[in-house]
């Protein structure tokens, strides 16, 4: 079964992967990533607009690739709280008539961080310049970089897929 990750960025095509592989391991998957827009700013700044971010990749998707079988948006973003500023991802996957969703767990990023995203710069670029890295979006992350690589951006979106899929193996009481 074909499944489009609305995303050419091989983290998001490596958690899809392995997600879907975990749920459904009797099964085989063409995964194939695609670039859409997602309709949302290049640096999501609330939960809101990381979760449309996230929805309108998977719409997206669906509509430029309709004879896949899933489509998954995956959108990362901040979010500036009382105690911080939050960083996570939201996970969409859509099927011909299912829809699921999940949110990665939070964790709050460090004062230099937040300073240069605050002056317009996405996580990634902020990320990089202060852990003097050079695409870490694309590998693990600001938070690959802030667990020394215990956790990176492929296994903590990974999870989430899983969250997202809930509604597909559960479709009885979904």
């Known amino acids: 079964m074909k499944v489009i990750v609305a995303s050419k ?6 958690a899809t992967q392995l997600g879907f592989g975990q749920v459904f391991p009797n099964e085989r998957f063409d995964i194939e990533g695609i670039a859409v827009p997602s309709g949302v700013s290049d640096q999501p700044m609330t939960n809101g607009e990381t979760l449309q971010g996230a929805k309108n990749r998977a719409e997206q998707a669906k509509i430029e690739i309709p004879e896949a079988g899933f489509w998954v948006g995956i959108e990362g973003g901040i979010e ?5 500023m939050e960083a996570f991802a939201w996970v969409v996957i859509l099927a011909k008539n299912q829809k699921g969703q999940s949110r990665t767990s939070t964790f709050f990023l460090p004062p230099k961080v937040r300073t240069l995203v605050l002056q317009g710069a996405e996580l990634g670029h902020a990320n990089d ?10 590998k693990g ?4 970089s802030l667990t020394n ?23 009885e009481i979904y």
Request: no cysteine; charged share 20%; hydrophobic share 40%.
């Open 141 to 144: 992350g600001a938070v690959g």
């Open 149 to 171: 690589g215990l956790l990176g951006r492929t296994a903590y979106y990974e999870q989430a897929v899983i969250l997202a899929l809930i509604p597909f193996v559960k479709k």
């Open 80 to 84: 500036e709280t009382v105690e911080g």
């Open 9 to 14: 960025n091989p983290v998001k095509i490596n």
């Open 129 to 138: 310049q202060v852990f003097e890295d050079h695409n870490s979006k694309q």
